[in-house]
């Protein structure tokens, strides 16, 4: 029996109508099923366009990615209902996901290919800016380095990242593109915050990940010594998924050497 049977874990799921593309709800799927197994209840409540934010009412944050013409609904809500709630919720170290659509959204702007600049929340310093209609997509799968570790995944955007002077890449880029295909770095942190083009959904063939950010919930919420509970799983399967892409995309060795 695992310590961290009884506990409780609280998600707060952003704009899950609006921001859903490419399988990202396989991402709470993941936290889920990986805290079941741990005897952790995960409550999971979606927050929609309209509703107000409690900064205080959730140990884990996620927000997915997006087409344009969703991220504009998506930036007028936050600027107007959620931004300011968002904001304390990450400087009060909720650890947060942000994939894609919510990534760009995240940071200080995304100019899209057509229509007005919209305004981020400010959490990332970065920006992001679509490079037009007839510029290619970064589209395909993707490796980068993490952690000691690397991450896996598939990502599919037309804007291009770049990050501040101070600002804490995700991790470098060993296959594909990343932020923006030129500085070969991919995704931000900051604080228990993490923005991603990497979708897949993410989490399931990166388990090392989707625990990183149960251990963080779990301790925020619990205290030092609750991450430590976390009990190792049997991640055979997710692991092969993991290292058969690494071996699909040539990166197995560069990686993990
Ligand atoms: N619409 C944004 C872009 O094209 C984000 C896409 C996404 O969330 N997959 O860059």
Known sequence: MSDTTGFELRLGHLYPDQLN????????ITLRQRCAWRGVALRYAPVDIGQ??????FDLLF???????????????LRVVKAGALREAVEDDTPALAVCGGYQLLARFYRPAEGPELEGVGVFDAWTIHKGKSVPRCIGNIAISWNDSTLVGFENHGGRTYLGQGARPLGRVLY?????????????V??????????????????????????LAL????????????????DKEEWRAHTSMLRRLGVAQ????
């Open 21 to 28: 593309m490419y399988g990202d709800r396989g991402n709470i």
């Open 254 to 257: 560069r990686a993990l050497a």
């Open 176 to 188: 594909g593109h990343g932020n923006n295909s030129e500085d070969h770095l991919e995704g931000c």
């Open 52 to 57: 107000k934010l409690d900064p205080k009412a």
């Open 190 to 215: 900051y604080r228990n915050t993490i923005g991603t083009y990497i979708h897949g959904s993410l989490l399931p063939k990166n388990p090392h990940l989707a625990d990183y950010l149960i251990r």
């Open 63 to 77: 927000i997915g990615g997006g087409q344009d013409k969703e991220q504009d609904e998506v930036a007028r809500d």
């Open 219 to 234: 301790e925020r919420r619990y205290g030092i010594g609750a991450g430590d509970a976390v009990i190792p799983l049997d």
